[in-house]
């Protein structure tokens, strides 16, 4: 069993930067971690995820603005976001799974992934 707790969310203006991080606590020798996040009204979508080993995956929007990074030591995971938009504006939720292959990793994947924490809303004006 995992348990994942999200903070750092808030608001910000548009161009402006976040971090949000995630503590996963309980069995979480080797899982994977990542973000997913959900707007109202829309689908959900993976934004990134990272394993101890190999490299971070990102969906297409996140590439170049948002970097994921993993705190093996303290079990957190951290997704730092610059030039935020409002399009950017959602629910951000932490997700882990003991079972990953971060080279094939997919949306689709990410957002099946075991555990997923409450979320923490990214707001942003513009």
């Known amino acids: 069993q995992v348990t994942l707790v999200e903070s750092g969310g808030g608001s910000v203006q548009a161009g402006g930067s976040l971090q949000i991080a995630c503590k996963a606590s309980?069995?979480?020798?080797?899982?994977?971690m990542g973000w997913i996040r959900q707007a109202i009204g829309t689908e959900a979508e993976g934004v990134a995820a990272i394993y101890r080993i190999g490299s971070p995956w990102y969906a297409d929007f996140a590439k170049d603005r948002f970097t994921i990074s993993l705190n093996n030591a303290k079990d957190t995971v951290y997704l730092r976001m610059n030039n935020l938009q409002p399009e950017d504006a959602a629910m951000y939720y932490c997700?882990?799974?003991?079972?990953?292959?971060?080279?094939?990793?997919?949306?689709?994947?990410?957002?099946?992934?075991?555990?997923r924490g409450q979320g923490t809303q990214v707001t942003v004006s513009s």
């Open positions: 309980g069995y979480v020798s080797r899982i994977c």
């Open positions: 997700a882990a799974d003991q079972t990953c292959e971060i080279s094939t990793m997919t949306s689709t994947r990410l957002k099946m992934f075991d555990y």
